[in-house]
Nanobody, 127 residues
Framework: QVQLVESGGGLVQTGGSLRLSCAAS????????MGWFRQAPGKERDIVAA???????????YYADSVKGRFTISRDNAENTVYLQMNSLKPEDTAVYYC?????????????????WGQGTQVTVSS
């Protein structure tokens, strides 16, 4: 069982930056693939970024087209934490952001394949 706790959300102006953190419990964090998702009111939960786990034999990342060049996902396995650095924020980035873990290590972009979810953190970008 893995527990995930997100932090770092808040209110920021257009063009600003935020860094989200997701602290994970458990000894096998480094093995898991991790992802960041977001859900705006009335919309589906969509993937934002993902990163592979140590069991995949390498380090791979994925970004949604809407955030490429602006967001960066990273992980610190020693700290059991995954981060999402968000720069050049836009009003359309406003959403609840969720961290998720996949018990398999390979890069995963499909929402339903993730096994564990955090409670979410609100990000609001004002125009």
């Amino acid at each position: 069982q893995v527990q995930l706790v997100e932090s770092g959300g808040g209110l920021v102006q257009t063009g600003g930056s935020l860094r989200l953190s997701c602290a994970a419990s458990g000894r096998t964090f480094s093995f898991y693939a991790m992802g960041w998702f977001r859900q705006a009111p009335g919309k589906e939960r969509d993937i934002v970024a993902a990163i592979s786990g140590s069991g995949s034999g390498g380090s791979s990342t994925y970004y949604a087209d809407s955030v490429k060049g602006r967001f960066t996902i990273s992980r610190d396995n020693a700290e059991n934490t995954v981060y999402l650095q968000m720069n050049s924020l836009k009003p359309e980035d406003t959403a609840v952001y969720y961290c998720a873990a996949d018990a398999d290590p390979w890069l995963q972009t499909i929402t339903s394949k993730y096994d564990y979810w955090g409670q979410g953190t609100q990000v609001t970008v004002s125009s």
